[in-house]
C-alpha cells in the first residue's frame, strides 16, 4: 500500500515545533526574540501551517468583512 503525503501544514508545524525545541524559534523574523513559551511557538506553528497550506488567515478574513461594510 502506498504511504500517504503529509500536508503542508502537517510538515510546516513539525518544523516549527522541532525549531522550539532546539531552541533556535524566533518570533518575527531571526532578529527577533528567541520564543520560549510553548504557547506562543503553537501559534506560530498554526500560523505559519495556514499561510503554508495558503488557506486564509484571520486577519485577511477581518480585512475583507471591513471592506464590504464599506
Given at each position: 500500500?502506498?504511504?500517504?503525503?503529509?500536508?503542508?501544514?502537517?510538515?510546516?508545524?513539525?518544523?516549527?515545533?522541532?525549531?522550539?525545541?532546539?531552541?533556535?524559534?524566533?518570533?518575527?523574523?531571526?532578529?527577533?526574540?528567541?520564543?520560549?513559551?510553548?504557547?506562543?511557538?503553537?501559534?506560530?506553528?498554526?500560523?505559519?501551517?495556514?499561510?503554508?497550506?495558503?488557506?486564509?488567515?484571520?486577519?485577511?478574513?477581518k480585512r475583507h468583512k471591513?471592506?464590504k461594510k464599506k
Open positions: 500500500m502506498a504511504k500517504k503525503k503529509e500536508s503542508a501544514m502537517k510538515r510546516k508545524v513539525k518544523k516549527v515545533f522541532h525549531e522550539y525545541g532546539e531552541g533556535k524559534l524566533h518570533s518575527g523574523s531571526k532578529k527577533g526574540p528567541v520564543v520560549k513559551n510553548r504557547k506562543q511557538a503553537i501559534a506560530i506553528a498554526l500560523s505559519e501551517g495556514r499561510k503554508a497550506e495558503g488557506k486564509k488567515t484571520s486577519k485577511t478574513i471591513k471592506a
